[in-house]
Each structure stands twice: as C-alpha cells, then as structure tokens.
C-alpha cells in the first residue's frame, strides 16, 4: 500500500542553523504534499504545501521541494528559532482525492 | 463553535467498554477523517468519510466503526475497547471529495483515550 518513509526521527539544531527534514513516498499517483507542525499537546497545523507541477515552494524561512522522479521532498528551515521546536510531519497524496498518507514524524529541537 | 471540535478532552476507558468519541464541524466540509497518533508512529488513519452518507476504511480500521449521518458530525466508535486502543485520536476534516481538488485538511484538538 501506499507509504510515507521521513528521516531523521529526531534532529537537534542550534539557534540560527539550519534544518533539513526529508520525506520519500511509494504512490506514484501523489501529486500534494504538506507539511504539518505540531507543538507539544497541540494538534497538527499545515505549514506549507507542494503540488507535483512545482519544485520548489517557499514562505519566509521555510521551503519544500519536491523531486517527483525520484519520488522525494524535503522542508528546509533557515535561521532556525526555539519557537521551531516541534514535531514536523510530512504527508503526501493525490491532489484529486485520496488519502492523505503521513511520515512518521521527526522531532526538531533547537537550542538557544 | 468555530472550526471542528472534539469531545471528550481525555477519557480513561475500562478494557471491554463501549466508547463513542465525538467530532463535530461548522466549516461545511464534505472531507472528514479520524487518526490515531502513537509515538514513533505519525499519525495513522483509522476510517474516512468522503460526504454524507458515506465512508471507508483507512490503514487501521480493525476494532473501529463511523458513521456520517449529516454534514457536521462524524463519531468514532470503539466497541469494546482494548489496551492497544490506547492513543490520542484527531479528527481531521477537508474541503473536495473524490475527484474533486481536496484543500486543506484542518484537525481537532484532540482526544486523549487510556484503555486500562
């Protein structure tokens, strides 16, 4: 069926560094792709998106890309601030439909 | 009521019960899901609703049934619950359905179910 590997689990940064979290799917009929942020005992909220006609996406210190060939995407985060400290998660499936698949989590902290 | 929201906040639930957990939108969508998030684990689907009347089963359904009477509500039922059962369940609900562009899936805030 279909599946959402991401790695790291977890990743410790310093302030100001950057962070990379990277995301492969195994349906190649996925053509969206979110990230979700989830601070502690709070539920999941979007960040950003990626559709499969673009390849790269950002919003202020936060980008996505996407390479569909190879059937991987990553979020990159610049600057990194502790308010980032937080789980990411990614999620892919089609844009028409579908279920939305998610990654395992990866767990970003970062230290002042 | 502004967005989706979840009832109970948390519940400790005896191994056999019945338990029924609510979920309720007011942003019409025709989308709705219900996860479970388990540590190491993401975010698991459990069952989906398409619109109305209808829904399906997602990767972890086993020990869970749903309904879609109207629009708004969509109650997770778990009847007679186990340990395993143990998790922090989201409701999730989108705009779109089958064959139609989906946008944004919104979450809940949460239900916290112990399974003793």
């Known amino acids: 069926g279909e599946n959402v590997e991401q790695h790291p689990s977890t990743l410790s940064v310093q302030e100001g560094d950057s962070a990379v979290i990277k995301c492969t799917y195994s349906d190649s009929a996925s053509n969206y792709f979110p990230w979700y942020k989830q601070e502690l005992g709070k539920r999941p909220q979007l960040i950003i998106d990626i559709r499969s006609n673009v390849g790269e996406k950002k919003d202020q210190r936060i980008a996505v890309t996407l390479n569909k060939t190879a059937k991987h995407f990553s979020l990159h985060i610049t600057e990194t601030q502790p308010e980032d400290s937080a789980v990411y998660f990614c999620a892919a499936r089609p844009l028409w439909g579908g279920k939305l698949i998610f990654g395992q989590g990866t767990e970003l902290s970062v230290k002042p | 009521i502004a967005g989706i929201t979840q009832a109970p906040t948390s519940q400790i639930l005896a191994a056999g019960r019945r338990m029924t957990l609510r979920c309720t939108q007011d942003?019409?969508?025709?989308?709705m899901y219900w996860y479970r998030q388990d540590l190491g684990l993401g975010l698991r689907l459990i069952h989906y609703s398409n619109t109305a009347g209808t829904t399906g089963k997602g990767e972890v359904p086993d020990g869970y049934s749903v309904s879609r009477a109207n629009t708004d509500d969509f109650p997770l039922t778990l009847a007679s619950a186990v340990p395993s059962q143990t998790s922090v369940y989201f409701c999730?609900?989108?705009?779109?359905?089958?064959?139609?562009?989906?946008?944004?899936?919104?979450f809940g805030p949460g239900t916290r179910l112990t399974v003793l």
């Open positions: 942003m019409r969508h025709n989308a």
């Open positions: 999730a609900s989108s705009t779109g359905t089958s064959g139609r562009e989906v946008g944004e899936q919104f």
